[in-house]
């Protein structure tokens, strides 16, 4: 996550809404997940960001895991969305965009906020 194009801690503030969201097409894995987000335009997320994230929203029961075969190689741990899961990308998705517009609101304001000159 250190793409000089946006501040880590706005990818750290949203890498678990992308996540779930990189989720919602079906199972997928650690690496594929980093590679969807890169392809979308976040840069680059590391391992030892996005496989504890993934260990999180699994004990929070967001997502499942399981294990599969690899055809050619190791086998591979997959990660699916729950029920709760889908809920909670729908209720953060929908925060996220009220919260973006706030945020676009205020940026593009031209008055001074109250109270200063």
Do not use: N
Not at 38 to 50: C, D, H, I, M, Q
Not at 54 to 80: H, I
Not at 96 to 101: C, G
């Amino acid at each position: 996550m250190d793409d000089a194009r946006w501040p880590s801690d706005w990818l750290r503030g949203v890498l678990e809404l992308c996540v779930l969201g990189a989720l919602r097409a079906g199972p997928s894995y650690g690496y594929a997940i980093a590679q969807d987000l890169e392809s979308a335009g976040l840069g680059p997320v590391k391992g030892g960001t996005l496989y504890p994230l993934l260990g999180r929203l699994e004990a929070e029961q967001l997502v499942e895991a399981s294990w599969r075969v690899g055809d050619s190689g190791p086998g591979r741990k997959y990660f699916a969305l729950t029920g709760a899961g889908r809920e909670a990308l729908r209720v953060r998705t929908a925060r996220w965009q009220e919260f973006v517009e706030i945020t676009a609101a205020v940026v593009h304001t031209a008055e001074p906020a109250r109270g200063r000159a």
